[in-house]
């Protein structure tokens, strides 16, 4: 099977401006987390979506928001972009099996705002 | 106390060494661990995973030990190779939310030739 996919790769940006990022997940897969990735402050969980729905949400403002659609591909969209926003941005979509659930990340997208 | 404290932030070890890395997490109710690696440029990949129900966990040269008591876990690499130089990451999830993932700060990992 073929692995996350995420688009675009890399994306710059200016501040004010607004981002959509998108991940397809690995076929078969039906959740599809988000995370922001910065030297700073790490890994943190952004949100995660079910059957196109969003179950668990972070800590992050408002101007951070997704979708899930019925193929499961699931979109993220960042608004009045901020300098602090620059970051690379992993979707990873979720297998369980036998009770054991494994997250499966894409390679990310490399957001700069400047 | 939703906190995964990871340490060191950097490792250095010889080739054919051990390469150990320490987590500890604070939220009593996080019952799935997960360790990543992660290469750059690429996503975090799933290297091992254990669930507080057993004290060890190990697969080919990567080994989990858990101390629920302690509220630790660490990672222990044998026989560390080259190709095993990259960023390490632990995290923690509750049941029911393993897709909602804390990650501790990471550790950077190289092992000279």
């Known amino acids: 099977k073929a692995g996350v996919t995420q688009t675009p790769r890399y994306l710059i940006k200016t501040r004010g401006q607004q981002v959509t990022l998108s991940c397809s997940p690995i076929?078969?897969?039906?959740?599809v987390s988000w995370y922001q990735q910065t030297p700073g402050q790490g890994l943190q969980f952004l949100f995660e979506?079910?059957?196109?729905?969003?179950?668990n949400k972070g800590n992050f403002p408002g101007r951070f928001s997704g979708r899930q659609f019925s193929n499961s591909r699931s979109e993220m969209n960042v608004s009045t972009l901020e300098l602090g926003d620059s970051a690379l941005y992993l979707c990873?979509?979720?297998?369980?099996?036998?009770?054991?659930?494994?997250?499966?990340f894409g390679p990310g997208t490399r957001l700069l705002v400047l | 106390q939703q906190q995964v404290k990871q340490s060191p932030q950097s490792l250095i070890v010889q080739k054919g060494g051990i390469s150990i890395i320490n987590c500890a997490y604070e939220?009593?109710?996080?019952?799935?661990f997960p360790w990543y690696q992660q290469f750059p440029g690429k996503g975090p990949a799933l290297l091992i995973a254990?669930?507080?129900?057993?004290s060890e966990k190990k697969e080919g040269r990567f080994t989990i030990s858990f101390n629920k008591s302690a509220k630790q876990f660490s990672l222990h690499i044998m026989d560390s190779q080259p190709g095993d130089s990259a960023t390490y990451f632990c995290a923690a999830s509750r049941s029911g939310s393993a897709r909602q993932l804390t990650f501790g700060s990471g550790t950077q990992l190289t092992v000279l030739p």
């Open positions: 979506y079910f059957s196109e729905t969003q179950r």
């Open positions: 990873a979509s979720q297998w369980t099996t036998g009770g054991t659930e494994t997250q499966y």
């Open positions: 076929s078969g897969h039906r959740s």
């Open positions: 254990i669930r507080p129900d057993v």
């Open positions: 939220n009593t109710a996080f019952d799935y």
